[in-house]
């Protein structure tokens, strides 16, 4: 409803994520991290030299993008 109100779209691969896990959180976190991970290494690939995480004050689902990250992060 707010894409619709706002003008704005969900990217395709972002609407199957949810379509296919939204009713089970436990998957919805896994692949919300998932995805969250792939975005910001899209973003450092194309020379974004940093980001920052908004984890709606879960700062475990922080600490667990930042440890995909390690090896990319060079920590």
Request: aromatic share 8%.
């Amino acid at each position: 409803r707010i894409c619709q109100l706002s003008g704005s779209f969900l990217p395709a691969r972002f609407k199957a994520i949810v379509d296919r896990f939204g009713d089970d959180p436990a998957s919805m976190t896994e692949a919300g991290i998932a995805y969250a991970t792939e975005q910001i290494i899209d973003l450092f690939a194309n020379g974004v030299n940093g980001v920052h995480v908004y984890t709606m004050n879960k700062p475990d689902i922080a600490e667990r993008i930042m440890g995909n990250l390690k090896c990319i992060l060079g920590r």
